[in-house]
């Protein structure tokens, strides 16, 4: 039941700041397959992970403090790693592909599902393809904005 709480109070904060920050827009075209592939990591951070992991990936977002498990300092990730940004486990991460502890529970969407979803359309292996792009570029984001 706590867990529903927190989801409902994440979707709640999420909504909220869609309708506080601007209304998304929503194109009336169909999602070119380049344009899907090549959405920038950093605006995909903005609109998927800012909500918790904050703006500037301090994890002091909006939702974080409705989360049982404290969200972790993105900017540090390489400082942890003897100076070497993770990208692996970073990527096994965002993708749901990992156990974690600070993403052992459902606290974090699985991305790379989600990502899969986007165009329920499309073939499998385009899906699959679109996934491993986003959270590709949200990698090399997250390795762009680390801190010593």
Known sequence: MKKLSVLVGIIAVIIFAGTTFGQVEIKKAPLTWTQAALTDGGELFAELCATCHGVGAKGDGPAASALTKEVPDLTGLAA?????FPRQEVEKSIAG??????????????????????????KPYRRSALARQRIYNLTEYLATIQVE
Not at 80 to 84: A, F, I, P, R, V
């Open 97 to 122: 592909k990992s156990r974690v502890v600070s993403h052992g529970t459902i606290d974090m969407p699985i991305w790379g599902q989600a990502f899969e979803d986007v165009r329920p359309d499309w």
């Open 80 to 84: 942890k790693n003897d100076g070497e």
